[in-house]
């Protein structure tokens, strides 16, 4: 009988950029199908920019017991053999912050958008904050073109739409919120900042935060020209080692 293998997605509200505790990177490495696993970071979204790349390689080697490695595109080395391989290998693939509609357009262009399915299918755990938990919807609310704006060709690999830093970011909720009352956007997530939501085969199977109001919410029209809007309870992580 062959094995069904779950398909995983780690959208986060922060991360080594912004949680100096290391909280939310913590619980995602323990979802990894492996327990030393290979992590590739993505810095597309950023235009591969060397000190994020910096960071994340620093972070994750210094705190978190894993293999971490970067892919850049923007000075692309590997063939698409090559590519191919790299990828597949990866336990978990976390991509970064940054502009949501260039890197679609830079990962179609080089097969990537491909191959993070195939990845997918084969039981990689996927993740990412802001432009990186966007990209794996149908549709989300980007800054891309710099006012907040829908953005309706992700890779779906998420039904529905998102909205990243819902509480944090002035602008975002209610525009958010009109977007998908209007059906400019499908109904979808809103992800507060210090929350971090793992969806099993396009469901939510776990939730949890490291800001104590922090939450996950599901945001669909209520067919009166509004919207409904339910937060799921988010279980506080564990400080443990991490101090305060």
């Known amino acids: 009988m062959a094995t069904v293998v779950p398909h995983r997605i780690a959208l986060l509200g922060g991360g080594f950029t912004l949680d100096e ?14 327990p030393h696993p290979k992590v590739c970071f993505l810095p597309t979204a950023s235009g591969d920019s060397p000190g994020y790349s ?10 978190h017991d894993c293999e971490p490695s970067v892919l850049p595109l923007f000075a692309r080395k ?10 597949l290998s990866q336990d978990v693939v976390y991509v970064g912050g940054g502009n949501t509609a260039n890197m679609l357009a830079v990962w179609r ?33 980007t800054d891309s073109f710099g006012p907040l704006a829908p953005l309706t060709d992700g890779l779906g690999l998420l039904q529905g739409s998102l909205c990243p830093h819902y509480d944090s970011e002035p602008g975002r909720r209610p ?7 209007d059906q400019v956007l499908p109904a979808g997530w809103a992800l507060d900042d210090g929350t971090g939501a793992l969806f099993t085969d396009g469901r939510p199977t776990e939730t949890v935060t490291r800001v104590g109001s922090a939450r996950l919410y599901r945001v669909e029209p209520d067919g009166r020209g509004g919207v409904r809007e339910g937060a799921l309870e ?3 992580l564990d400080r ?5």
């Open 78 to 87: 590997l063939d698409d053999e090559a590519l191919r391989t790299f990828v």
């Open 175 to 181: 525009s958010y919120r009109a977007a998908v009352a």
């Open 109 to 141: 262009v080089h097969g990537v958008d491909r191959l993070l399915r195939e990845a997918y299918d084969r039981g990689t755990l996927l993740c990412g904050m802001s432009a990186g938990a966007n990209c794996w919807a149908e549709a989300s609310h």
């Open 21 to 34: 505790d290391g909280l939310l990177d913590d619980w995602l490495l323990g979802h990894a199908r492996a």
């Open 234 to 236: 988010c279980r506080p």
């Open 240 to 244: 443990g080692a991490w101090g305060d």
């Open 54 to 63: 910096e960071r994340f390689l620093h972070v994750f080697r210094t705190r």
